[in-house]
């Protein structure tokens, strides 16, 4: 199976600052159709997970441009710019290049 | 709008086998597919099984022997059984949705399942 890597495990942040959440594949999440299936989720307390970003880089509906995501291959990162109260919660990166679907561990973002 | 709601027993007894239910609207079995994610207290993400639009199936190696998933188009609910229950199965349980490898779109609320006699 593969296995994603989410560093850090928790970051701890002001309001309004930025934030950069790392997660690395055991192996590359370029699908044989060329398209690339790593998504990135917001998990807020007592909630089920939201979709942020699909494929790399596209903003789920009703998502703000605060979000967006980026990389190739097996490195990836979920950028956050101006933190707001609402962001706070645990962020995973999910693949579905290869089967069975895995989840990174998790990154937990907290106020500083 | 896309709406996906879990049901089941709650409290289930070791040993005991677990039938959850999910129950969609705002679109059809037939044209997405269903996956069954679970979270462990505190813990993070586990993908269990899924259901794809065509009706094929697949499960997670480690419990496969122990699961079942199957539909019912007309009702619109996807059906999740895990036979041999253990205390490490309790967890919240969630369905959500997809189409191809395309991301789990929308989520259920989940239900929690505690295993213990």
């Known amino acids: 199976d593969v296995v994603l890597t989410q560093t850090p495990v928790s970051l701890l942040i002001s309001l309004g600052g930025q934030a950069s959440i790392s997660c690395r594949s055991s192996?590359?999440?370029?699908?044989?159709?060329?398209?690339?299936?790593l998504h990135w989720y917001l998990q807020k307390p007592g909630q089920s997970p939201q979709l942020l970003i699909y494929?790399?880089?596209n903003r789920f509906s009703g998502i703000p441009d605060r979000f967006s995501g980026s990389g190739s291959g097996t490195d990836f990162t979920l950028k956050i710019s101006r933190v707001e109260p609402e962001d706070l919660g645990v962020y995973y990166c999910?693949?579905?290049?290869?089967?069975?679907?895995?989840f990174g561990g998790g990154t937990k973002l907290e106020l500083k | 709008q896309v709406q996906l709601k879990e049901s089941g027993p709650g409290l289930v007894q070791p040993s005991r086998t677990l039938s959850l239910t999910c129950t969609v609207s705002?679109?059809?079995?037939?044209?997405?597919?269903v996956s069954w994610v679970r979270q462990p207290p505190g813990k993070g993400l586990e993908w269990i099984a899924a259901?794809?639009?065509?009706?094929?199936?697949d499960y997670n190696s480690a419990l496969k022997s122990r699961l079942s998933i199957s539909r019912d188009t007309s009702k619109s609910q996807v059906l999740l059984k895990m036979n041999s229950l253990q205390t490490e199965d309790t967890a919240m349980y969630f369905c959500?949705?997809?189409?191809?490898?395309?991301?789990?779109?929308?989520w259920g609320q989940g239900v929690m399942v505690t295993v213990s006699s």
């Open positions: 959500a949705r997809f189409r191809g490898s395309w991301a789990f779109d929308y």
């Open positions: 705002g679109f059809s079995l037939t044209s997405y597919g």
């Open positions: 259901i794809w639009s065509g009706g094929s199936t």
């Open positions: 192996q590359s999440l370029v699908h044989s159709n060329g398209n690339t299936y």
């Open positions: 494929q790399v880089s």
């Open positions: 999910l693949q579905r290049t290869h089967n069975p679907p895995t």
